[in-house]
């Protein structure tokens, strides 16, 4: 998804903001900036924001993060970049239901896979078929808006990360599906 530049490791960027010495909150910024601002203000501009709004989303989602992480003591469970992301797309909803436009279904990461409209249907419903009925119906939840948290209590895993890591595995199953059909029409 990100791909470090070298520099800052995810744990020095939060130990810098958890000690608060303004030298190493300014190099841990300058980190994160460097490996996540690009991905994540050019998904925002692709989906309608301006390059100055999309940075305020960013620096916004930067500061959550922070705040987060380093003051309320949350624990990061993904890359620092997907965290910041999945809090800037957050933002995003938010600011789409506000101007009143209903936003569009959404990755869980910058990766993006093919659009379902350039996918056929016939293919979509057939590789859709061919996963076991826990995966289907794990994916159907996840895109009804359940947490990991109610999927991990509705199918007896034991926390919300294990629920995630299943969805990532069912989902991974159901798009190698989709591209060996797609590589098999050409």
């Not at 101007?99 to 350039?118: F, I, N």
């Not at 419903?125 to 826990?134: H, K, P, T, V």
Request: aromatic share 6%.
């Amino acid at each position: 998804m990100f791909k470090k530049k070298g520099g800052c490791t995810d744990e020095e960027i939060l130990e810098a903001f958890r000690e608060g010495a303004p030298k190493k909150m300014a190099r841990g910024l300058a980190c994160l900036d460097r490996d996540c601002r690009p991905q994540i203000t050019a998904w925002l501009a692709r989906r309608g924001i301006d390059e100055g709004q999309a940075g305020q989303i960013y620096e916004e989602a930067v500061t959550d993060a922070i705040v987060n992480l380093c003051r309320l003591g949350k624990t990061l469970t993904t890359n620092l970049c997907g965290y910041v992301f999945s809090i800037a797309r957050n933002k995003w909803r938010n600011e789409m239901k506000h101007r009143g436009k209903a936003p569009e279904a959404l990755p869980e990461t910058l990766e993006e896979e093919q659009p379902e409209e350039q996918i056929p249907p016939e293919i979509i419903g057939l590789c859709r078929d061919l996963l076991e009925e826990q995966c289907r119906n794990i994916l159907d939840d996840a895109d009804d808006g359940l947490s990991m948290q109610e999927i991990a209590d509705k199918y007896g895993y034991s926390d919300a990360r294990t629920a995630k890591q299943t969805k990532y595995r069912c989902w991974q199953k159901f798009v190698g599906c989709v591209k060996e059909k797609l590589l098999k029409e050409w």
